[in-house]
């Protein structure tokens, strides 16, 4: 070791500025290794995660078929590959499935480039999710035409509300997002819950729901569930890569990610930026939680099960935070969660495989020590480990 | 008294108080009961916080050693019928589901010590790793178990404690609602009365503090910074162990997919409400059941008055909200500023010492340890 690599911790202490503005974009065959180099660890992480998962399926196999059976993670593969993409309706809902988690993985992505590890995802996108079935809900006599607009605006607008309050408490109090987000998850768990079965409850249901959304709802477009609001992630993901990468504001965001020191005294605002980046989130929260209530579902449960927000962290994860790596991390884990239906009912191997084989990629991406001892790739070049201490305290005092 | 109740705001205030004093010792044991996986967890993440290592993953710890305790104490209840219960109705099937499930929530503790401690990766995405791993592994083996429908292994009875102690006055329903418990609720009170003594009374607790704070100035006076974190991270997964046990061995005696529902988060909250002290942590947990406990004593009995019509109105999901906007208020400052050990979250790197700039002198301490 003859020179130190300038390490990314070394970049948070107290260094001259100039050496953190985010790196320049290499050009040409050095940006085509680069991007070999991003994509070669996640896939070796998928890779990996198939084998862990295979193994787990084998050792389980007793209880599943009663017996060792070597065969069963073929057989349940085969069945998650056809159940996502197997037919058009398959490939149709794999989309589906994705365009939550890349709406909301794009939440989490771009806390991520400002320095922000956004757990909220989950409560912006119930409230987005509330305040979108409300407004559904509420112009059931108007035409599609303003019903949409109108429920798709309160969702984003909701979602934006959450993401703030997180933002502005860190921004001018110093209060962690990470805590602040978990605890405002809850809250909007309760919030749910009380409006749903209260205030908003349906005339002649069952179990605590709102009304059916009618008007509102989002037109089919393509095969047995594919609505429109499929496009919405498909627009997201580029307006997001152009905004991060080619715009003046995410040049300043991912400079206040990379130091926000080096930020202020290149006469940026970090504790606006702070705010606007968690804001923006939950906006994008907000609308995938909107889009699956007026898309999905098209009612609102008290009891709302789902779990796209903290999925959505494994899918910023994975996608290492670029909206186009979200595209396809999104993409993969939308295909898992659309075929693991049928993984269960052909395989009998239960649903929560999913969740399993997801912890498992991250394992091997927080780990990828391992991954590249196994499969011998180089140690990748600068930016791949953007990720590697978002969070660098609890106790951090307030920006200025 | 009536008249009292009169005054606008204070007097509903009083009247409050005066009826939480009345119904506490009826709902004295409910809260305790749902404080101790909370005060528990909230240990596990007092052991990992206080020596600088950020632990979201209390939830997934708990879920994990609630599964394995429930599935082991089953299967060797089916091994080992019979067994003539022992004291708190001890079988062997509970003590070795019990001891099965500590070794689980240690398994999982090493795995976020390795990644945070060794690999430095972020601790936050380790915890979420353990997270959703631990929903998925036990969601999955939970449905493959549940459909030979295995017998339930029992569970740990509650201690009685003498009518002696229920009748000391103002006091007594206190005693006894704490100590009537099973074996793993007093041994929270046990550890909770402990850890406190052991952090600021002992040589470990001022090495732990000193790792947490500022692990570089440990480290020149010879503390064994990885070491301990370890140690400590790996301890820790005995609280959560015991947090899980508790919901599938003591308090219940089944397991659902996600039974822990939030407990491992309202267990962050706590330690960070009770300033990361065992004992602060502890009253935090009581504190925030205290709130669920009160909602359900409006609901059976509410007080009289303008004030019952009131309780009765707000909304019980209001109730469960209380604890997290609570945590998110002392975060902010509002109400006295909780500061948490000032190198949490922060990979120890040790430093090199090609490194060192030339102007610094060399210490002779560091040169000690690392010889």
Known sequence: ???????????????????????????????????????????????????????????????????????????????????????????????????????????????????????????????????AATMGVATADLPPLIAIPV????????????????????????????????????????????????????????????????????????????????????????????MLFRSTLGFEIRTV??????????????????????????????????????????????????????????????????????????????????????????????????????????????????????????????????????????GEQTAK | MEVVYDIPLIGWLIQFVVYVIEVMPIIAPTIIGAATPIALGALCGFMNERSGVVNIGIEGMMLTAAFVAWWTASLTAQLLPGGEPWLFGMTPALLIGLVAALVAAMLVSLVHAWLSITVRADQIISGTIINIFAVGITGYLNLLVSRSAPPSAGQFTRWNPPEVLADIPVIGWLLDALLSQGPI?????????????????????????????????????????????YRNVILGGVFAGLAGAYLTIEFGNSF????????????????????????????????FTASEGIQRAVRFGPPEGALGDFLASVPPQFYSAVPYLVTIIILAGVVGRSLAPAAVGKPYTREKRERRRPEEPAEPATAATEG
């Open chain 2, 185 to 229: 609720g007093l041994g929270l009170l046990v550890a909770v009365i402990v850890m406190q003594v052991m952090l600021f009374r002992s040589r470990w607790g001022l090495r732990t503090r000193a790792v947490g704070e500022h692990p570089e100035a440990a480290e020149t006076v010879g503390i064994d910074v990885v070491a301990l974190r």
């Open chain 1, 151 to 242: 429920a798709l605006a309160a969702g984003m607008a909701a979602g934006l509300a959450y993401g703030f309050i997180p933002g502005f408490l860190k921004a001018y109090t110093g209060a962690h997002e990470v805590v602040t987000t978990i605890m405002l998850n809850y809250v909007a768990i309760q919030l749910v819950a009380y409006v749903i079965s209260g205030p908003l409850r349906g005339a002649n249901v069952t179990f605590a729901r709102t009304e059916a959304i009618t008007s509102a709802a989002l037109p089919v477009i393509a095969g047995r569930d594919g609505h429109i609001g499929l496009l919405f992630a498909a627009v997201a993901v580029p307006i997001m890569a152009w």
């Open chain 1, 257 to 394: 990610g990379a130091n926000p020191d080096a930020a202020r005294y290149a006469g940026m605002h970090p504790r606006l930026l702070i705010i606007l980046a968690l804001s923006l989130g939950g906006l994008l929260a907000g609308l995938a939680g909107a889009t699956e209530i007026l898309g999905q579902v098209r009612h609102m449960p008290a009891a709302y099960a789902t779990a796209v927000g903290f999925d959505a962290i494994a899918v910023a994860l994975l996608g290492r935070a670029h909206p186009v790596g979200i595209l396809f991390a999104g993409l993969l884990f939308g295909a898992m969660r659309a075929g693991a239906g049928l993984m269960q009912i052909q395989a009998g191997i239960p649903v929560q495989m999913v969740n399993v084989l997801q912890a498992v990629i991250l394992f091997f991406l927080a780990a990828d020590l391992i991954v590249r001892a196994i499969f011998r790739l180089r140690a990748a070049g600068v930016g791949v480990d953007e990720m590697q201490t978002i969070t660098r305290s609890y």
């Open chain 1, 1 to 131: 070791m003859t020179k130190d690599p300038v390490t990314r911790e070394e970049l948070h202490e107290e260094q001259p500025p100039q050496a953190a503005v985010p790196e320049q974009e290499p050009r040409g065959a050095a940006r085509a290794r680069v991007l070999l180099r991003q994509v070669l660890l996640p896939a070796s992480a998928i890779v990996l995660s198939l084998v862990v998962g295979a193994v787990i399926m084998i050792a389980s196999s007793p209880l599943v078929r009663g017996d060792i059976d070597l065969s069963l993670p073929l057989t349940a593969y085969w069945a998650l590959l056809n159940g996502s993409l197997g037919s058009f309706n398959a490939i149709v809902s794999t989309l589906v499935q994705a365009t939550p988690l890349i709406l909301a993985g794009l939440a989490v992505g771009i806390g991520f480039k400002a320095g922000l590890f956004n757990i909220g995802a989950q409560g912006q996108f119930l409230m987005g999710a509330l305040a």
């Open chain 2, 256 to 287: 659902q997919g996600e039974m822990t529902n939030g407990r491992g988060f309202i267990a962050l909250a706590a330690l960070i409400f009770g300033r990361w002290t065992p004992l602060g942590a502890f009253g935090a947990a009581i504190l």
